[in-house]
């Protein structure tokens, strides 16, 4: 089975500084689409950032940005400037075969003041 | 906004009984998913449903039916709860392209 991992399960980063979150996936498919959502504590998952595997530049969204590397199946998230807001879990997933999203195990980051 | 609002945040059920898990999504989404959310696991998909009247197996389907009469509505159900099926259940709705909205969640307890 197609999986996607992220190897950290628990982060954390002081408030102000930047932290990264890793994920790698191996879909073998062509075309995809990659996503970062957020889980804030007792709180709706939402959306944080997505990148269409056609597109060779990084996506970006406010503080939230990613390094997509295509050949190496990896897509970490950056968050930079962190708030006390970006404590959640954050899940990696990918999407393919129009209907099959894939998430990883979470990682639990934790930004102290 | 899409909103996605599930039936009860926390419900506790005992071993045996029925269990109606219910989602409804205000978008006119096509698509409609039910997940289980376990620690270490992420979320794994039971089933999903492409239209009315449809519905996909997902990973882990056994135990689980799904009921989709309604577009806007999906239903999951438990035909005989067990303990092994507490869980965080989330439901999500999706156009295309794979953007998915999710539900606040329902934290089911089997006794």
């Known amino acids: 089975a197609q999986t996607v991992t992220q190897s950290q399960p628990e982060m954390s980063v002081q408030e102000a500084e930047t932290v990264t979150l890793s994920c790698t996936y191996d879909?073998?498919?062509?075309?995809?689409?990659l996503f970062w959502y957020k889980q804030p504590p007792s709180r709706q998952m939402i959306l944080v950032i997505r990148q269409e595997a056609y597109k060779q530049q990084n996506a970006t969204e406010n503080r939230f940005s990613v390094n997509f590397q295509k050949a190496a199946k990896s897509f970490s998230l950056k968050i930079s400037d962190s708030q006390l807001g970006d404590t959640a879990m954050y899940f990696c997933a990918d999407f393919y075969n129009n209907n099959d999203m894939r998430f990883g195990a979470g990682t639990r980051l934790t930004v102290k003041p | 906004d899409v909103k996605v609002t599930q039936s009860s945040r926390y419900l506790v059920k005992r071993t045996g009984e029925k269990v109606f898990l219910e989602c409804v999504q205000d978008m006119d989404h096509e698509n409609m998913f039910w997940y289980r959310q376990d620690p270490g696991l992420g979320l794994r998909l039971i089933y999903f449903?492409?239209?009315?009247?449809?519905?996909e197996k997902g990973d882990i389907p056994e135990g689980y039916s799904v009921s989709r009469e309604k577009k806007e509505r999906f239903s999951l159900i438990l035909e005989s709860a067990s303990t092994n099926q507490t869980s965080m259940y989330l439901c999500?709705?999706?156009?295309?392209?794979?953007?998915?909205?999710f539900g606040p969640g329902t934290r089911l307890t089997v006794l």
């Open positions: 449903s492409y239209d009315v009247k449809m519905k």
């Open positions: 999500a709705s999706s156009i295309n392209l794979g953007t998915q909205y």
């Open positions: 879909t073998s498919e062509n075309n995809y689409y």
